[in-house]
């Protein structure tokens, strides 16, 4: 549609995109980036600027395919921004669009009428990284305003619209509220929209402290102080104390329960003696919030008012959960209370790193009653999904790891929350025996094996930062969990922690059977397209460097289709990424070929790198596995003809040519005793890649040619 035709008017070719969105529910031909940026080309008339961004809402939140919404959804909000927007559509017909996205009765809607209203209240950082021309049509910038009473009437109108929404007709007040926090400084700073924004602010916090308000407060007082001028600093100091905390739930919620805490002075909490010297400004808060949690343990009815809440999350709730431990009269009656309270929440509301802190604490003053607990928790429906998030805050012990077994084998927590043990260094006190045989347990589960290599990863990490030696009945388990080996795509987290577990429990000639095993395994994966090759690259350097004649023997074992998924392997891109096999010696990569000298000489020739640069952009040499090859192999001729093979890349970035000569220079630098058995060979490959060199070449330009030319 559109391409090749006859220019027409805005107002037919808007006409035209209409007919497509009526006829066409899904409508998927009007989120093509060509439509997409016709429509936003047409909105540059404020004519037709209502009709070009209600189709792109329509596109926007009735497409299927999430990267079409989200490049469409972006296309539409650059309409509402005061510079770039590419519109010269007033701010009251603007504000009409988004109005009537925030009414809908759509979720999408008016999840997108509040990102337009977001870019509407901007007042800092513009961008846009769309064209400002279309076709032979020239295009400016769009609107922008040209006086500080153009600022005032944008937002001014802008402002007005959240007032009558969230007060006269409360609608969306928490969201909308939200955003007004979020583009504070901005509107603040650099439109000096002091009035609006004390009437707004103001309304928001007599309704309750709002901690996000004033954080916006808070940190425009701190990053603006030299710009704001005395009158904008001493209203804005102003604005913050009428929001500042008043009382302990307030100063609580302000700094336990925020997800960010801003630029908060220490200061300002002047009953709590701190030494700010000699500690970091996050161990002074951790202080605080420890103060906090002994004071709302003193205070039933606080307690109550914040329980869940504080069980919802927030920065600091680790740190206050300890602090409630200090001060509580009756711990166990504290925790009871913080387990009900978790009760009443929905379960994709709930964190728990309010109980985690508690337990820490607890585990270092009462073990046994946090021992308790632990049982206690394993009955209790709302705590007994969460047991191992649980124990990630204390150190494992054998009556742990036996409760944490009890419930993996009851069936009521999911293998995947296990993976909460690779952290804290929850493992470190445990025996080699007593983690093996749990990380064992764990392997076996359906879907268990990544957990339990996570957790074995981290623990062998921890063990070298410490300098400890691994416990040898640890690597032993180790060996046996890597049997359950299982591939898949794109898991690159796994896939580094597999190989870490590879290079410490493979060592030692007792370990290469495993190795050969997950090799095999490996190869049989990419012959099955289960996983890919370039995915475990960091694996396949890890097994050859540990046991690598067993896994060359694993990898090249069976008939010619199981060698080539074994050459496969270790398909790599020389220009972007190293080759796994570069971690073999020369010597092992000899002696592997010698056990089969007439196949596997040309073989090894086919995997390993057969050049290198001695400088980042120096020109390519013999690699020394190369050479070694060469000077070794019973025909060396079979040798080199897998190399010049391989001179002709079949992937590639860039120019296919100049590669194919730069590798074709390679034939300069032979050794001169195999040169000289070799000259006639040689001479030929020569020759004949230069012709093929000189067609690449003349191909590329032709491309080239053809692409500058082509309309896009």
């Not at 596109?59 to 079409?68: N, P, V």
Request: aromatic share 8%; hydrophobic share 45%.
């Amino acid at each position: 549609m559109f391409e090749n035709v006859a220019p027409v008017s805005p107002e037919a070719a808007l006409e035209a995109l209409e007919r497509v969105g009526n006829g066409d529910p899904n409508v998927a031909a009007l989120v093509s980036r060509r439509h997409r940026l016709l429509l936003r080309s047409l909105a540059y008339d404020p004519i037709l600027f209502e009709r070009s961004a209600t189709l792109l809402a329509q596109a926007a939140t009735q497409s299927m395919d999430e990267q079409d919404i989200k490049e469409t959804s972006n296309t539409f909000t650059s309409l509402f921004t005061l510079y770039l927007s590419g519109t010269h559509a007033t701010i009251a017909q603007r504000l009409r669009v988004i109005e009537r996205l925030l009414r809908s009765d759509e979720p999408k809607q008016r999840s997108l009428g509040l990102a337009a209203l977001g870019e509407a209240l901007k007042a800092t950082h513009f961008s846009s990284g769309y064209s400002f021309e279309f076709g032979a049509r020239s295009r400016d910038y769009g609107y922008q305003p040209r006086s500080n009473e153009d600022l005032a009437q944008w937002y001014g109108a802008t402002l007005a619209l959240i007032e009558r929404l969230a007060f006269a007709e409360g609608m969306l007040k928490p969201e909308i509220r939200d955003l007004l926090a979020q583009n504070f400084h901005g509107m603040w700073t650099s439109a000096r929209m002091f009035d609006a924004l004390e009437i707004l602010f103001c309304r928001f916090a007599a309704e309750g402290f709002w901690r996000e308000g004033w954080m916006a407060c808070r940190q425009t007082l701190h990053f603006d102080r030299d710009r704001l001028g005395a009158e904008g600093y001493s209203r804005l100091a102003a604005l913050e104390a009428e929001l500042r905390p008043t009382n302990l739930p307030e100063w609580v919620r302000a700094v336990v329960l925020s997800d960010r805490l801003g630029y908060l002075d220490l200061e300002d909490l002047e009953d709590i003696d701190l030494d700010g010297d000699t500690i970091s400004r996050f161990e002074r808060l951790e202080m605080i919030a420890r103060e906090f949690g002994a004071a709302v343990a003193l205070d039933e009815e606080v307690f109550t008012e914040l329980v869940l809440d504080l069980l919802r999350g927030g920065r600091m709730v680790w740190a206050f959960g300890r602090g409630l431990v200090s001060a509580s009269e009756s711990r166990r009656a504290t925790w009871t209370k913080l387990v009900e309270g978790l009760a009443q929440i929905p379960p994709e509301q709930r964190n728990v790193q309010v109980l985690c802190g508690y337990l820490a604490e607890l585990w270092e003053q009462n073990r046994d009653l946090a021992q308790d607990l632990l049982d206690e928790a394993l009955d209790l429906p709302a705590l007994v999904v969460l047991i191992p998030v649980l124990h990630s805050a204390v150190q494992l012990d054998v009556r742990c790891v036996d409760r944490l077994k009890r419930a993996l084998v009851s069936g009521q927590v999911p293998v995947w929350m296990y993976r909460n043990l690779a952290w804290g260094r929850t493992t470190d006190q445990l025996a080699g025996s007593e983690l093996g045989d749990f990380l064992l347990l764990i392997a076996e589960q359906s879907d268990g094996f990544n957990v339990a290599l996570e957790i074995l990863s981290m623990r062998l990490f921890t063990d070298r930062s410490e300098q400890r030696e691994h416990d040898p009945k640890l690597l032993q388990a180790g060996r046996e969990i890597l049997r359950h080996v299982r591939f898949g795509k794109h898991n690159h987290r796994d896939e580094h922690n597999l190989a870490c577990v590879v290079r410490a429990c493979l060592i030692g000639p007792d370990a290469d059977r495993v190795a050969a095993e997950v090799a095999a395994r490996l190869r049989q994966a990419v012959g099955a397209y289960e996983t890919y090759a370039f995915d475990n690259d960091d694996l396949l350097a890890a097994l050859l460097s540990v046991q690598p004649i067993s896994v060359l023997d694993a990898l090249f074992e069976g008939g010619e289709r199981e060698q080539r998924t074994g050459i496969q392997m270790f398909d790599y891109s020389p220009e972007s990424r190293s080759n796994p096999a570069d971690v073999i010696s020369c010597q092992e990569l000899i002696a592997w070929c010698n056990c089969n000298r007439e196949t596997r000489y040309p073989l090894a020739a086919s995997f390993v790198s057969f050049a290198r640069r001695t400088e980042k952009s120096g020109p390519k040499v013999w690699s020394e596995q190369a050479r070694a090859l060469l000077a070794h192999a019973p025909d060396p001729k079979s040798v080199l003809t897998v190399f010049v093979n391989r001179f002709r890349p079949m992937s590639w970035s860039g120019s296919r040519a100049a590669l194919m000569e730069s590798n074709a220079r390679l034939l300069d630098c032979l050794e001169m005793e195999i040169l000289e058995n070799l000259m006639p060979f040689v001479v030929e490959a020569k020759d004949q890649l230069v012709r093929e060199i000189a067609r690449a070449r003349q191909s590329e330009t032709e491309e080239d040619r053809a692409r500058d030319e082509r309309f896009e």
